[in-house]
């Protein structure tokens, strides 16, 4: 096309006309097109072809449908665009059916390779079976032939070679045959071998042919097949065979629980319930008899267990006598207070155990060790000598071997001497009377064995079988002979333990340490304590993490007759509670947890009304009753459960004192805001608040007591109970009159005209009208005359004017009695 206008011809710098397209690929040009009215122009580019199409059959169709805004170029561009991800979508395709039709060959191809191992397999047990058919067969002859007569000739050794068996040669070794080596030995465990490596998969063809490949059925699965196809084609129900079950019955158990343990549905166990009239579901809980009648009913045995068959782990049993060994003695201290027990331990000890006792009296229990000059070793128990400390001395009497009942000599039997006595007695030990302080210039020996004799304790020194020494704490005069005493005591004992054994001691007192937490003084008494082992004690359970002596150094095991402290509980067990080491720390939970039950259930048993008659008999003994409440911490458990028991025995019909709670350890917040609920005073026995108690306490206005002898908060307590009492009101007679006449006055009424014949009339006081000695009223005095003048008082003499309160029937002869009431203050 040439230049007309002017202009430079196409694609040699010129301008290009208005309509003039040019189309673009990669920045490169292909064609030139040249629109006109009728028809457009491709002009190719130099060397291509020439190409005319009509309007509208480009690219882009009609130019009035393109959307607005988009250039030619644009919309080559999408249009590639759509090309080439039409083209890579039948590229995808291509590849998956490709890849699916190879995963298909690959399936013909395993499934080809399975039905020909399979078959294989089944030819070799085809001919596995034939070999072994035809074997038999072949035995089956042979032991005939062994069997019939023998011929007379001898048979002829080189005829027999060939067919030489193992029937004709037992001595030979038998030949591996065909079905040794094809058939492998039924013992053998599948998956071991190539033959049998598939013996337990389920493969195609057993899925279609309805076999699994593995074990065949046995005989007895056969003949129940046999037997329920029978009865199905007869009509008949098919029933399973009835497995009977051992079923462990408790003494409550619920329904869902008695159905899984007899395996039988829940919907047959409610329906039976249902039947016997109980409308119950499956959370619901049953009683033992109940359920046993159901279980009847499904025919399975009832085995009856209980809640505590988790303490027979600990049960104990009988030791064998090779394996007992001799074991030091354990003597207990009892005697009455301030008689110089600990004294006399301390001089046993070499100790001064007594200096840090408060109030110079002992208020705990010990529990030491000691070996004497000839080698012995005794283990000794001091107890509390306190009325308030019964407890103590009972679970001394309890853990002991023997008794030695400290007497002085100066103050005779007193009455913890008796009941150190009883204690003895109950626990069948042996006792040993040392009479002690025998330096004192006021000892009397003799009196103290006279007094003995009025409780059935009779000395030697009165021809008796109670050993008696005479003591001294101070100078150390007999303590030789109280050892020897001991000895020989012990020796007629024969007491023996077997130290190879798990463990079981008593606890002797239990304290909650700020720095160790709960401390337990446990005395073994059989086995031996190791660090390490788990045990439980009471209500509590543990793991030991330390054990340490009387003289405060750490040990790694305690045998039998051996004081240690045990440090890893997990609460403060009470005083008394037994230790018993078991196997595992689950065995020692449940036991712990069945006991805390226990007790529980006992403490509600005790304080809740069974019946109507009974919580309306309750809370009418309980309408007149004032209440002290109190709180109690003390420093071990022996001193809180004696000053419980103190708590317990003051009081009368009208006041009582009533411990809301009574723990160990220090009095903390959560003590003080149970006090401020309840409006009572804390006591700490040896005890002190922390600062966050003291602060709440300050704030809240609860009022903390601190105690060292018991004595004195036992005696504040009572002073306490006291004030709740109601004052006792007492009538004082000061006068009598008698009535001479009676007048009417205006605006008064009846006034009696009287002589007081004894003592003095006042107009404060009380007054009763006696008629023939038989009280007629009882009030006040309205008016009280002297001639025309009130007066506070008439002496004995005089004459006077009376006139009743609300009261006018007095006659002449009437004597009129006068008296005052006073309030007196009671005391417990």
Same mark, same amino acid.
């Given at each position: 096309?040439?230049?007309?206008?002017?202009?430079?011809p196409?694609g040699?710098? %010129?301008?290009?006309?208005?309509?003039?397209?040019?189309s673009?690929?990669?920045?490169?040009t292909?064609?030139?097109?040249?629109?006109?009215?009728?028809?457009?122009v491709?002009?190719?580019?130099?060397?291509?072809?020439?190409?005319?199409?009509?309007?509208?059959t480009r690219?882009g169709?009609?130019?009035?449908?393109?959307?607005a %805004?988009?250039?030619?170029?644009?919309?080559?561009?999408?249009?590639?665009?759509?090309a080439?991800?039409?083209?890579?979508?039948?590229?995808?395709?291509?590849?998956r059916e +490709?890849?699916?039709?190879?995963?298909?060959?690959?399936?013909?191809?395993?499934r080809?390779?399975?039905? $020909?191992?399979?078959?294989?397999?089944?030819?070799?047990?085809?001919?596995?079976k034939?070999?072994?058919?035809?074997?038999d067969?072949?035995?089956?002859k042979?032991?005939?032939?062994?069997?019939?007569?023998?011929?007379?000739? +001898?048979?002829?050794?080189?005829?027999?070679?060939?067919?030489?068996?193992a029937?004709? *040669?037992?001595?030979?070794?038998?030949?591996?045959?065909?079905?040794?080596?094809?058939?492998?030995?039924?013992?053998?465990?599948?998956g071991?071998?190539?033959d049998?490596?598939?013996s %337990?998969?389920?493969?195609?063809?057993?899925?279609?042919?309805?076999?699994?490949?593995?074990?065949?059925?046995?005989m007895a699965?056969?003949?129940?097949?046999q037997?329920?196809?029978?009865?199905?084609?007869?009509?008949?129900?098919?029933e399973?065979?009835?497995?009977?079950?051992?079923? =462990?019955?408790?003494?409550?158990?619920t329904?869902?629980?008695?159905?899984?343990?007899?395996?039988?549905?829940?919907? @047959?166990?409610?329906?039976?319930?249902?039947?016997?009239?109980?409308?119950?579901?499956q959370?619901?809980?049953?009683?033992?008899?109940?359920a046993?009648?159901?279980i009847?009913?499904?025919?399975?045995r009832?085995v009856?267990?209980?809640?505590?068959?988790?303490e =027979?782990?600990?049960?104990?049993?009988?030791?064998?006598?090779?394996?007992?060994k001799?074991?030091?003695?354990?003597?207990?201290?009892?005697?009455?207070?301030?008689?110089?027990?600990?004294?006399?331990l301390?001089a046993?000890?070499?100790?001064?155990?007594v200096?840090?006792?408060?109030?110079g009296?002992?208020?705990?229990?010990?529990?030491?060790?000691?070996?004497?000059?000839?080698?012995?070793?005794?283990?000794f128990?001091?107890?509390?000598?306190?009325?308030?400390?019964?407890?103590?001395?009972?679970?001394?009497?309890?853990?002991?071997?023997?008794?030695?009942?400290?007497?002085?000599?100066? @103050?005779?039997?007193?009455?913890?001497t008796?009941?150190?006595?009883?204690?003895a007695?109950?626990?069948?030990?042996?006792?040993?009377?040392?009479?002690?302080?025998?330096?004192?210039?006021?000892?009397?020996?003799n009196?103290?064995?006279?007094?003995?004799?009025?409780?059935?304790?009779?000395v030697?020194?009165?021809?008796?079988?109670?050993?008696?020494?005479?003591?001294?704490?101070?100078?150390?005069?007999g303590l030789? $002979?109280?050892?020897?005493?001991i000895?020989?005591?012990?020796? #007629?004992?024969?007491?023996?333990?077997n130290?190879?054994?798990? $463990?079981?001691?008593?606890? #002797?007192?239990?304290?909650?340490?700020?720095?160790?937490?709960?401390?337990?003084?446990?005395?073994?008494?059989?086995g031996?304590l190791?660090?390490?082992?788990?045990f439980?004690?009471?209500?509590?359970?543990?793991?030991?993490?330390?054990?340490?002596?009387?003289?405060?150094?750490?040990?790694?095991?305690?045998g039998?007759?051996?004081?240690?402290?045990?440090?890893?509980?997990?609460?403060t067990?009470?005083? %008394?509670?037994?230790?018993?080491?078991?196997?595992?720390?689950?065995?020692?939970?449940?036991? +712990?947890?069945?006991?805390?039950?226990? +007790?529980?259930?006992k403490r $509600?048993?005790?304080g809740?009304?069974?019946?109507l008659?009974?919580?309306?008999?309750n809370?009418?003994?309980?309408?007149n009753?004032?209440?002290?409440?109190?709180?109690?911490?003390a420093?071990?458990?022996?001193?809180?459960?004696a000053i419980?028991?103190?708590?317990?025995?003051?009081g009368?019909?009208?006041?009582?004192?009533?411990?809301?709670?009574?723990?160990v350890?220090?009095?903390?917040?959560t003590?003080?805001?149970?006090?401020?609920?309840?409006?009572?005073p804390?006591?700490?026995?040896?005890?002190?608040?922390?600062?966050?108690?003291?602060?709440?306490?300050?704030?809240k206005?609860?009022?903390? *007591?601190?105690?060292?002898? #018991?004595?004195d908060?036992?005696?504040?307590?009572?002073?306490?109970?006291?004030?709740?009492?109601?004052?006792e009101?007492?009538?004082?007679?000061?006068g009598y009159?008698n009535?001479?006449?009676?007048f009417?006055v205006t605006?008064?009424?009846?006034?009696?005209?009287?002589?007081?014949?004894?003592?003095v009339?006042?107009?404060?006081?009380?007054?009763r009208?006696?008629? @023939?000695?038989?009280?007629?009223?009882?009030?006040?005095?309205?008016t009280?005359?002297?001639f025309? @003048?009130?007066?506070a008082?008439?002496?004995?003499?005089q004459?006077?004017?009376?006139?009743f309160?609300?009261?006018?029937?007095?006659?002449?002869?009437?004597?009129?009695?006068?008296?005052?009431?006073e309030s007196?203050?009671?005391?417990?």
């Amino acid at each position: 096309m040439s230049d007309t206008d002017g202009k430079k011809p196409l694609g040699l710098g %010129g301008s290009r006309p208005s309509n003039v397209k040019q189309s673009f690929s990669h920045g490169r040009t292909k064609n030139v097109v040249v629109e006109t009215k009728r028809k457009r122009v491709v002009v190719p580019k130099p060397g291509a072809a020439k190409t005319t199409t009509t309007t509208g059959t480009r690219i882009g169709g009609d130019p009035s449908k393109r959307p607005a %805004g988009i250039s030619d170029v644009e919309l080559e561009r999408r249009m590639k665009a759509l090309a080439m991800s039409k083209a890579r979508e039948a590229e995808d395709n291509a590849k998956r059916e +490709a890849e699916e039709k190879s995963r298909a060959e690959e399936r013909e191809r395993r499934r080809a390779e399975i039905e $020909a191992k399979e078959a294989e397999d089944r030819a070799r047990e085809e001919r596995a079976k034939a070999k072994a058919a035809e074997e038999d067969e072949k035995r089956r002859k042979e032991e005939a032939a062994k069997n019939a007569p023998a011929p007379a000739a +001898a048979p002829n050794p080189a005829a027999a070679a060939p067919g030489e068996t193992a029937v004709s *040669r037992p001595s030979a070794a038998p030949r591996k045959t065909d079905r040794d080596r094809d058939v492998k030995p039924r013992d053998s465990k599948p998956g071991r071998s190539d033959d049998g490596r598939r013996s %337990g998969k389920l493969t195609v063809n057993d899925a279609l042919r309805g076999g699994a490949g593995g074990r065949p059925k046995s005989m007895a699965a056969m003949k129940r097949k046999q037997e329920r196809n029978r009865q199905k084609a007869m009509g008949g129900q098919v029933e399973r065979e009835k497995v009977v079950r051992d079923v =462990q019955l408790p003494e409550a158990i619920t329904v869902g629980e008695l159905a899984n343990r007899m395996a039988e549905r829940t919907s @047959d166990i409610v329906k039976s319930l249902m039947q016997m009239g109980m409308m119950v579901t499956q959370t619901e809980t049953i009683d033992a008899d109940t359920a046993e009648l159901l279980i009847e009913e499904f025919g399975h045995r009832v085995v009856r267990v209980s809640d505590s068959d988790v303490e =027979q782990v600990i049960d104990q049993t009988e030791d064998k006598a090779s394996d007992l060994k001799p074991r030091a003695p354990i003597i207990t201290i009892m005697g009455h207070v301030d008689h110089g027990k600990t004294s006399l331990l301390d001089a046993i000890r070499n100790a001064r155990v007594v200096a840090g006792e408060a109030g110079g009296i002992t208020q705990h229990i010990g529990a030491y060790q000691v070996i004497t000059k000839s080698g012995q070793t005794l283990s000794f128990l001091d107890t509390p000598g306190h009325a308030a400390f019964t407890s103590m001395r009972s679970r001394g009497a309890q853990v002991t071997d023997i008794v030695v009942l400290v007497v002085a000599a100066d @103050d005779a039997v007193m009455p913890q001497t008796i009941e150190a006595i009883n204690h003895a007695k109950a626990a069948k030990v042996p006792m040993i009377v040392a009479i002690n302080k025998m330096d004192k210039p006021a000892a009397d020996a003799n009196k103290v064995r006279t007094d003995l004799l009025q409780h059935e304790v009779i000395v030697e020194a009165m021809s008796g079988d109670v050993q008696d020494v005479e003591v001294s704490a101070q100078t150390g005069q007999g303590l030789d $002979a109280l050892l020897d005493a001991i000895a020989l005591q012990a020796e #007629i004992l024969e007491l023996k333990a077997n130290p190879d054994r798990a $463990a079981m001691g008593a606890v #002797i007192e239990a304290q909650l340490d700020v720095g160790r937490g709960p401390v337990a003084t446990v005395l073994v008494q059989n086995g031996t304590l190791r660090q390490g082992d788990i045990f439980v004690v009471g209500e509590q359970w543990g793991k030991v993490r330390a054990l340490i002596d009387d003289k405060g150094d750490r040990i790694k095991e305690a045998g039998p007759s051996v004081p240690v402290e045990v440090l890893g509980l997990n609460g403060t067990p009470e005083a %008394g509670d037994v230790l018993n080491v078991t196997e595992t720390e689950s065995q020692a939970r449940e036991i +712990a947890d069945y006991r805390a039950q226990v +007790a529980k259930d006992k403490r $509600a048993a005790l304080g809740a009304a069974t019946t109507l008659e009974q919580l309306m008999a309750n809370a009418k003994a309980n309408a007149n009753v004032n209440e002290l409440p109190i709180l109690v911490k003390a420093d071990v458990q022996g001193s809180a459960e004696a000053i419980v028991q103190a708590m317990e025995k003051i009081g009368n019909d009208e006041v009582r004192v009533r411990v809301l709670h009574s723990g160990v350890g220090a009095i903390t917040e959560t003590d003080i805001g149970l006090a401020e609920a309840s409006g009572a005073p804390v006591f700490g026995f040896n005890v002190r608040a922390n600062a966050t108690a003291r602060n709440t306490a300050n704030q809240k206005g609860v009022e903390i *007591r601190y105690y060292s002898v #018991i004595y004195d908060l036992v005696d504040d307590v009572k002073a306490a109970a006291s004030g709740l009492l109601s004052a006792e009101i007492r009538e004082k007679f000061i006068g009598y009159a008698n009535i001479k006449e009676v007048f009417k006055v205006t605006g008064i009424g009846k006034v009696a005209g009287c002589l007081v014949t004894e003592g003095v009339a006042r107009r404060s006081a009380g007054v009763r009208l006696l008629r @023939d000695n038989v009280v007629i009223h009882e009030g006040t005095l309205k008016t009280l005359k002297r001639f025309k @003048d009130e007066v506070a008082e008439v002496q004995s003499g005089q004459e006077c004017g009376m006139a009743f309160e609300n009261y006018e029937d007095v006659r002449e002869g009437d004597v009129i009695e006068i008296f005052e009431r006073e309030s007196v203050e009671r005391s417990l």
